[in-house]
């Protein structure tokens, strides 16, 4: 009877643990849909996965299928129809369908592994990094820390706002996908100076595109078009500044949306749904076709409605055509279409543009096709004013680079195009393109079939077999012929070869072209041998000035032009990418800019070419105190001011390839015959793409007194470093001496920065007051008080701001200049 009592007694302990154990199970595959636990591992499947889903069940995350076999691990909206992807972590990598998983691993970072155990993605939260915020002084001391050295990711969930997280076991954020945003910005997902939206490259696709909406380096938020060969800003409107378009300067970067369709940015851009204060699904996204949209999502049906939209004509988005192409409006729809004598690259893809439909091996001669009431916005190689139509006509023929010009009646504006891009058409007809088109000639392959169809198909037309004279008649006939065509054809390439050369001829004794803008645009960037230089320097006699980066002579080449012949020092580059780092440099055309005409590469040489500017620099005007050097006027000072300002502010935002200076002081300025001031070795540091943010770290250049402090703390060198430097020319200009003078001899570079800081202070408390009586003390004494008291102080208040501290609360170039010319009637 005991026996029997212990057998059922352990049936029912079985049966227990067999339930109990069936609740586990039930428990575990419970909470792989809420969390995600350290050491656990998911496989991808033949369809889209869902790993997470929030606990308010709007958002899912796991394998999202975007090919037949390619997976990304993605967060989607889990109510609408189409399952609209809002995150994704391997947008550009997508993984193999068989084998890949995704893995919390046991060291604590959740990875995205392929079929072959390549890590394609990582949250890199790793226990053995130290997992804390930590506060630093000026010398590396630890001054406060959240003290979270070692701690361990434990789960990652997927939170109702859509930002999945990674959490250690006291609920602390590790990492969040709201920190990386793909294409969309949800709800009370922050926009920072870190944050970016980068376009998907097509309609249905996730890879990344050429869009960008982002912070740029002035704290406004803006769209880039960031095409295969130049990129744009398009958003704000580029033809306006910055004040017109509503946007203002701040030293802040931030931007956020709400639940009920506000949203707010901290360079006062702010926009509202349409159907604000609803509760309902938000996302902002950037679309394949580069405008910023809001949308939101109906409940019933699960399609998305838009509510918002930044472009409502898309033909001001640059890139949608590509390049080589027009844009136009077709009903409700945008229609590309291509440049007369263009073909589409890629029907599929009208973002790749059009190409030539004939090789320019064939072209011979050019002539220009009118397109009435069309512009192509941007990137002009060269631009005059009242000029007439032949006359700009002339410059673009002129310009190897110009591939078409606009043309303003009436206003006589002539713009040459580097580039045929963002085309589009004008119901009221302001500007005229007039594109270079090719006149073709028959190509080397072609010539001989017309040939021999002319002199002897024809013949054997006239002449059938069946009629054909017959023995030695017929072969002198055919003889006769063929000598008669052979001679006609040597003396028609005899005629061609005299007529071009009469025409080379010509060209070569063309009569001198007075208009000064057009002989500078038609003189090329070109090579010049050592010989070449040494004959136009009189073997290097005179000696125009020298700094640290080398020494310039004067010289006259045998077109008669006066130049400025500059060796380089230090320079360890190979002939090709010598070459290939000036030949931006040699594209570069701006009033307020030294026009660099050529180069030298022999051996060990290395030596600019550029124009020749008659004042010289600067700092002998307005520092030498011998009576020989002209006292610079108030409206001189303020044109310089104004001309530098307009300068910097083409290399840092305006040309082709943004450029930093590093070197601006009075040295490298210079004054020409109405002292126009023209800013000389720029590009000569190193030229910034776009894609490296305008960023750089390298040696210290410059000039001490004008060194931005951002040098000595070894943080990365932007457009700033030059705003600075220039804060201090500024200060120089009005004061008319060495804003550093009495902390030069002797001092270290900081202490003659501290001693610029100090000047600075004291002039912040001063403008301040609203009495400006110490501007006659402080203004140069020389002019005898005759100056402007407004823009004066307005030079004072823009150079103390230029030479702050910190780098963020500096304007940028083009605020300086949109602040100098409000002061000019």
């Known amino acids: 009877m005991a026996m029997k009592d212990v057998s059922v007694s ?7 643990l067999l339930m109990l154990s069936s609740s586990s199970i039930a428990l575990a595959i419970d909470h792989q849909s809420s969390y995600l636990s350290r050491g656990s591992s998911i496989s991808t499947g033949d369809t889209t996965t869902t790993i997470l889903v929030s606990p308010n069940g709007a958002f899912s995350c796991g394998f999202y299928k975007v090919a037949t076999n390619a997976f990304t691990f993605s967060v989607w909206f889990s109510r609408s129809a189409d399952k609209t992807v809002a995150w994704t972590a391997n947008r550009d990598a997508p993984v193999n369908g068989k084998g890949s998983k995704l893995s919390f691993r046991k060291d604590g970072s959740l990875a ?34 959240t003290n979270t050295t070692g701690t361990h990711a434990h789960r990652a969930v997927l939170l109702d706002t859509g930002n999945l997280v990674v959490m250690d076991p006291d609920d602390q954020q590790l990492w969040r996908s709201f920190d990386t945003p793909t294409d969309t910005l949800l709800p009370l997902q922050a926009m920072t100076w870190n944050s970016k939206l980068v376009s998907a490259s097509a309609r249905g696709l996730l890879s990344s595109g050429l869009y960008t909406f982002y912070f740029d380096s002035t704290n406004v938020l803006s769209l880039i078009y960031n095409g295969p060969q130049v990129s744009s800003v398009y958003w704000p409107n580029p033809y306006y500044k910055s004040w017109a378009d509503g946007r203002t300067y701040n030293s802040s970067q931030y931007g956020i949306l709400d639940q009920k369709g506000l949203f707010v940015a901290s360079d006062s851009f702010k926009f509202e749904a349409s159907d604000l204060d609803q509760e309902v699904m938000r996302r902002l996204t950037l679309d394949y076709d580069g405008n910023l949209r809001l949308y939101s999502l109906n409940a019933t049906s699960g399609n998305w409605s838009i509510s918002w939209m930044a472009f409502i004509r898309l033909c001001d988005i640059h890139g949608l055509c590509g390049v080589n192409s027009l844009c136009a409006y077709k009903t409700e729809l945008v229609s590309c279409s291509c440049l007369e004598g263009f073909e589409i690259i890629e029907p599929s893809d009208w973002s790749k543009g059009s190409r030539p439909k004939i090789n320019s091996t064939l072209i011979q001669d050019v002539s220009f096709r009118k397109i009435p009431g069309t512009d192509l916005w941007g990137y002009d190689v060269g631009y005059a004013k009242g000029v007439s139509l032949s006359e700009c006509r002339r410059m673009c023929l002129a310009n190897s680079n110009c591939l078409a010009f606009g043309y303003c009646e009436g206003e006589g504006k002539c713009y040459l195009k580097a580039m045929l891009l963002n085309g589009k058409n004008f119901a009221d007809p302001y500007i005229d393109i007039y594109l270079k088109s090719p006149k073709v000639a028959a190509s080397l392959e072609e010539l001989p079939s017309r040939i021999t169809h002319v002199c002897i198909g024809t013949e054997k037309e006239a002449y059938p077999s069946s009629q054909m004279i017959t023995g030695g008649a017929s072969n002198k006939l055919k003889f006769g012929y063929f000598l008669s065509s052979a001679l006609t054809l040597l003396v028609f390439e005899v005629n061609l070869i005299i007529l071009g050369c009469w025409i080379v001829y010509k060209w070569e004794r063309k009569p001198e072209v007075t208009d000064e803008g057009y002989t500078i645009i038609s003189n090329q960037f070109r090579r010049f041998s050592y010989k070449e230089l040494q004959k136009a320097t009189n073997c290097f006699q005179e000696k125009l000035g020298s700094g640290g980066s080398g020494a310039v002579y004067k010289g006259v080449l045998d077109d008669e032009r006066m130049v400025a012949v500059k060796k380089l020092n230090d320079v360890v580059q190979g002939d090709q990418e010598f070459r290939s780092e000036l030949s931006v440099i040699g594209r570069i055309y701006h009033m307020n800019l030294v026009r660099i005409w050529g180069f030298c590469a022999e051996k060990t040489h290395r030596i600019l070419i550029s124009e020749f500017v ?46 930093i200076h590093c070197d601006v002081k009075p040295e490298n300025i210079l004054l020409d015959e109405d002292f126009e001031p023209k800013i000389a070795d720029f590009g000569l540091v190193k030229l910034l793409g776009r894609e490296a943010g305008a960023q750089m770290l390298s040696r210290v250049h410059g000039t001490r007194g004008y060194i931005a402090p951002e040098w000595a703390l070894n943080l990365p060198i932007t457009g700033k470093a030059d705003v600075y430097s220039y804060g201090v020319v500024l200060l120089e200009l009005v004061k008319g001496m060495r804003v550093s003078t009495p902390a030069m001899e002797g001092e270290g570079e900081v202490e003659v920065e501290m001693a610029v800081r100090c000047s600075a202070e004291t002039l912040k408390e001063k403008l301040a007051s609203e009495d400006h009586s ?13 100056f402007d008291y407004s823009q ?16 963020r609360r500096r304007p940028n170039m083009s605020h300086v200049v949109e602040a100098l010319l409000s002061l000019i009637e």
């Not at 006292?631 to 935002?653: C, D, F, S």
């Not at 004066?792 to 780098?807: D, G, P, T």
């Open 774 to 786: 110490w501007l006659l003390e402080f203004v140069d004494p020389k002019m005898g008080g005759e």
């Open 614 to 659: 008659k004042n010289g620099s600067l700092d002998r005007v307005l520092f030498d105190n011998q009576n020989s050097s002209p006292v610079l006027n108030w409206t001189q000072r303020y044109n310089i001011a104004l001309g530098v300002a307009k300068g910097l502010a083409y290399l840092h935002h305006e040309c082709l390839e943004w450029i």
């Open 792 to 807: 004066a102080a307005l030079m004072i208040k823009i150079a103390v701001s230029c030479v702050e501290e910190e780098r």
């Open 10 to 16: 352990i049936r029912l302990m079985i049966s227990f």
């Open 112 to 145: 995205l592994l392929d079929y072959n155990s390549t890590v394609v993605w990582s949250t890199n939260t790793t226990g053995t990094h130290a997992h804390r915020a930590v506060l630093l002084d000026y010398n590396s001391t630890v001054v406060w820390s």
